[in-house]
């Protein structure tokens, strides 16, 4: 294999010879080899929308020359449409705050700007990666604006799905409306309720989930471009300062406001745990809904049954005929591992110190995939689960009958210690309340007939 030398202020590296990386990228590949993956995609346009809005406002501040500008533009553009995305050969978990990231877009923009020039790969004379296409930035600033900018991108995708799985439900809700089932409270009886009215819940609680996360996606329109590294814009202009945010959101296609407060803005990395701990309470809510789906479907036949939920796969490698609810299970797997990335992002912002947080790397890793994860659970929560479920509408309806929860209506009329003893009465001699209460005169039949219709005791009174 042909190499060329390159060298860094640690020595020097034989890089492949037709390699768009260079040295700085090859040593942090061999030192973080941690989770075997390349960067998100989405994180690699990231940092290309970044370095072309760069160099298109260091060369408007008089600071980088045309053709540069141009060549590192159009290798951006290279990088943007997936074409060099082998040359990105750096671990998401790294060490150094992110700048094996930095230096890997950097060295690979400038060999392939070089080439748009007609120079040879490693001849920096022409495109240097740091002192033009680093130039006015930071690490310290690029890489939580590509974090930002990334977990943007990904979480229109997410809301989408969450959407998507309301409007189902909500459909589902209107569906089985007239479908009367027994409510539930520590697995044991309660009053009656709707299955409409169960679905209906799930609907309100998978929006409210939305909201929050729409809510904390705000917070990362924020961010700390022209701080470099500490926030105080060292080696910038103010023709810079001023038009790298606004260049870069129109580049990007992104709503970006630069932070009043840039040494925050570089210091602190809480927004990211605001998204996290937001992504988390979906994930909680979908989970219990998945639960719950899993519990209304068990059996079919010594289970509640009151639903059946679409069969996707054999349940079984043992057991012929056996079908489990693989959806809900996953959906549930996933909120697990979100649960854990949360963890994780809240240690990594907590550890942050003076004016840096050092451990990004393992904060964006960790977000994109519960915002990957998340989508994606969603999707097949509401595609492969949610959309073909069907209500057991006898079987609701024996329940319904069968239970002394409906007994709680008549506590108004022969109050609670009476209706209590009927309750008791009614489970020792496996008899129904109605029955028992006609059998005992306690009410007119009209009265029983009234107070213990199941569909009444669904809404409120007057």
């Known amino acids: 294999m042909n190499t060329r030398t390159e060298s860094d202020s640690i020595g020097t590296l034989q890089v492949p010879a037709d390699a768009y990386y260079g040295v700085q990228s090859l040593r942090a590949r061999q030192n973080f080899p941690i989770t075997g993956q390349r960067m998100h995609t989405r994180f690699i346009h990231s940092l290309a929308q ?43 978990i ?117 909201a929050r996360l729409r809510r904390a996606e705000s917070e990362l329109e924020t961010i700390n471009m022209a701080a470099t590294a500490i926030g105080t814009a060292v080696n910038t202009t103010r023709y810079y300062r001023e038009h790298i945010v606004p260049t870069l959101a129109e580049v990007s296609g992104l709503r970006l406001t630069q932070a009043e407060d840039l040494i925050d803005g570089t210091q602190n990395i809480d927004c990211f745990v605001a998204v996290s701990g937001a992504l988390k309470a979906c994930a909680v809510t979908l989970s219990k809904m998945a639960n719950d789906l899993r519990l209304l479907s068990s059996g079919p ?49 907590e550890a942050g110190q003076l004016e840096l947080n050092a451990f990004e790397p393992v904060v964006f890793f960790t977000l994109f995939l519960e915002l990957d994860s998340l989508r994606e659970a969603v999707r097949t929560f509401t595609d492969n689960c949610v959309s073909g479920i069907t209500a057991n509408r006898e079987r609701c309806r024996q329940l319904v009958e069968e239970s002394v929860g409906i007994v709680t209506a008549l506590c108004p009329a022969i109050g609670y210690q009476r209706a209590a003893s009927l ?23 009209k009265s029983l007939e009234e107070l213990l219709d199941p569909l009444s005791m669904t809404t409120p009174g007057d």
Not at 316 to 343: C, R, Y
């Open 423 to 445: 309750a008791k009465e009614a489970l020792k001699v496996h008899q129904p309340v109605r029955k028992l209460a006609e059998e005992e005169h306690l009410l007119d039949e």
């Open 94 to 210: 790294q060490g150094g705050a992110g700048t094996s990231a930095n230096m890997n877009a950097n060295e690979v923009i400038a060999n392939r700007a070089i080439e748009l020039l007609g120079g040879t790969k490693g001849d920096y004379s022409v495109v240097h990666p740091n002192d033009h296409v680093n130039m006015a930035q930071s690490t310290n600033d690029v890489y939580p604006t590509a974090g930002k900018m990334t977990a943007l991108a990904l979480l229109p995708e997410v809301l989408a799905e969450l959407d998507r799985l309301a409007a189902t439900l909500r459909g589902k809700a209107r569906e089985y409306d007239d479908v009367v089932k027994m409510g539930r409270t520590q697995l044991q009886d309660a009053v009656p309720i709707r299955l409409g009215q169960s679905f209906g819940a799930y609907a309100s609680a998978v929006e409210r989930a939305a």
């Open 301 to 349: 036949c010594t289970g509640l049954g009151e639903i059946s939920l679409p069969a996707k796969q054999n349940g079984s490698s043992i057991m012929p005929g056996k079908v489990n609810p693989v959806i809900p299970e996953v959906v549930t797997q996933v909120a697990f591992l979100i649960a854990g990335g949360d963890g994780t992002i809240t240690m990594a912002a």
């Open 50 to 92: 970044i370095k072309k809005a760069a160099a298109l406002t260091n060369c408007a501040a008089g600071k980088l020359d045309q053709r540069r500008c141009d060549a590192i533009c159009s290798a951006c553009d290279d990088v943007l449409a997936d074409r060099l995305m082998d040359s990105f050969i750096v671990d998401p």
